[in-house]
């Protein structure tokens, strides 16, 4: 199902042929790409995402920076790619929240949840996306398909 999930098992989530450490402004970063595959249900099915993910120093007790690099068109990402999901948030008022027990692989199943149980409808980051659901959900669903044919595949 998802082919980071395995990745950072393998890995202990750091290590590894994709894995590449940089150094940047005295903060050395830790950036995780792959391929997170879609189940076959929902909106979604059949496309492939790829993230970024950057793991700062202060890692656990921050949260990750995580990034689609895959343009997509859904409620939660933008098409620039930036992620509403509460466990990414240093700071959430649900409690849901980035916290330091949290692992790269709560966010490897958080963003797949995004693409199927997730899906918020009512408070959106990419709000043109979730107005043209509640308004034609077929649109929604075939714009939904042609952004996974040419994008990600």
Request: hydrophobic letters at 30%; aromatic letters at 10%.
């Given at each position: 199902m998802l082919t980071l999930a395995s990745k950072?098992?393998?890995?202990?989530?750091l290590k590894g042929?994709?894995?590449a450490a940089t150094a940047?402004?005295?903060t050395r970063r830790v950036s995780v790409r792959?391929?997170?595959l879609v189940k076959d249900e929902g909106y979604y099915q059949g496309g492939?995402?790829?993230?970024?993910?950057e793991v700062p120093d202060a890692y656990n007790m921050v949260p990750p920076k995580v990034k689609c690099l895959t343009k997509i068109w859904h409620p939660n990402i933008t098409e620039t790619g930036e992620i509403c999901?509460?466990?990414l948030r240093e700071h959430s008022i649900d409690g849901t929240g980035w916290a330091p027990t949290r692992t790269?692989?709560?966010v490897v199943?958080?963003?797949n949840s995004l693409f199927t149980d997730l899906l918020n409808f009512d408070d959106p980051l990419n709000i043109e996306a979730a107005e043209h659901h509640l308004r034609d959900k077929e649109d929604f669903r075939n714009k939904v398909d042609d952004y996974i044919k040419r994008y990600a595949r």
């Open positions: 950072l098992k393998r890995d202990d989530g042929s994709r894995t940047s402004d005295s792959d391929k997170l492939k995402f790829q993230f970024e993910t999901l509460s466990l790269l692989k709560d199943w958080g963003l």
